[in-house]
């Protein structure tokens, strides 16, 4: 089954943006996984188990370096990397 997780990471330090990106690019190192960046989130679209598995660990170093990390996470069973947007107008 392939998922589609929506990220958001905040580090509770003045200096965030390192870890952030460090988080965003240990991710994108993974062949498995598809990773879009934005600059409100970042998408994660795979197999369900594989991107639970990376996730579960990347949070883990994560939380492990600074433990006032906040991760606000949305998952849905279905890839939506090529879902086209419509409007509700």
Excluded: H, W
């Excluded at 460090?22 to 998408?43: C, G, H």
């Excluded at 600074?66 to 879902?83: E, H, N, Q, Y």
Aim: aromatic residues 6%.
């Amino acid at each position: 089954m392939d998922v589609s997780i929506d990220i958001s990471m905040y580090p509770l330090e003045e200096d965030y943006c390192p870890s952030i990106i460090e988080f965003i690019d240990r991710l994108d190192a993974n062949p498995n996984l598809k990773v879009e960046r934005n600059s409100m989130s970042t998408q994660v679209f795979g197999e369900y188990k594989t991107v639970m598995a990376e996730m579960t660990d990347e949070m883990l170093i994560a939380l492990e370096r600074l433990p006032t990390t906040v991760f606000v996470l949305k998952l849905i069973g279905t890839d939506r990397s090529t879902a086209r947007i419509r409007s509700c107008e």
